[in-house]
């Protein structure tokens, strides 16, 4: 069956570590993958998209990679700060389709 | 400016009846999108509108769930008999498909349902 499998326990790190959460797919082939963020209570928050064919994105202080061949993406944030604790959600999108598959996301706590 | 929004913010409803919930795209956003999301879970799709038709409604559970988007903008989601293993928040979302195969989805805040 298709499986998209995220960190389920809680991700606790130091202020200023960098932190990485993983995402691991399987019986899929998607097109792209895309990062949100979820705080408590709302909605999913677009970060970051790559795409089949990109091994890696970055964007400040976030950078993503995508290996095909392990099926598996990998979440960085670098510098991390108290701010940054949320949920992080994965999500697949398979080509010529247009919804999300998400994970169940993982949920990073940073403390000072 | 405006993001999605929804409403209501909240619904607490008695087994057996009938809901419906709203959302608000980003205006001139042409493609439509209604999760669900159960405590601990990642949102799970429902259907996908593009325009006013719905291109994908393969994600609804069953026939007492039918959403509408009659004028390609809002976009009701209808409930029928509600069962408790309904509760949940159901999340809108919509993109703009202009072309390209980028589909950043925006969402709204999203209504938490209770059925009691």
């Known amino acids: 069956s298709q499986k998209i499998e995220q960190n389920s326990e809680a991700l606790n790190i130091q202020e200023g570590k960098t932190a990485t959460l993983t995402c691991n797919y399987t019986?899929?082939?998607?097109?792209?993958l895309q990062w949100y963020r979820q705080d408590p209570g709302r909605g999913p928050v677009f970060l970051l998209l790559?795409?089949?064919?990109?091994k890696e994105k970055r964007k400040e202080r976030l950078k993503v990679t995508f290996d095909t061949t392990l099926k598996q993406s990998l979440f960085h944030i670098t510098a991390s700060q108290p701010a940054d604790s949320a949920t992080y959600l994965c999500a697949l999108v398979r080509g010529g389709y247009n919804k999300l598959i998400f994970g169940a996301g993982t949920r990073l706590a940073v403390h000072p | 400016g405006a993001g999605v929004s929804q409403t209501p913010s909240n619904k607490v409803t008695e087994k057996g009846k009938y809901v419906e919930l709203r959302c608000d795209p980003i205006s001139g956003h042409t493609a439509l999108y209604w999760y669900r999301q159960s405590l601990g879970q990642g949102p799970e799709f429902l259907i996908y509108?593009?325009?006013?038709?719905?291109?994908?409604d393969s994600g609804l559970p069953n026939d007492r769930f039918f959403a509408v988007r009659p004028e390609g903008s809002v976009s009701t989601l209808k409930i029928q008999r509600t069962e408790r293993g309904d509760s949940a928040v159901y999340l809108c979302?919509?993109?703009?498909?202009?072309?390209?195969?980028?589909?950043?989805?925006?969402f709204g805040p999203g209504t938490r349902l209770t059925v009691l």
């Open positions: 019986n899929y082939s998607p097109a792209y």
């Open positions: 979302a919509s993109s703009s498909i202009a072309g390209t195969d980028y589909n950043e989805q925006f």
């Open positions: 509108f593009q325009g006013t038709g719905a291109a994908d």
């Open positions: 790559i795409r089949e064919n990109e």
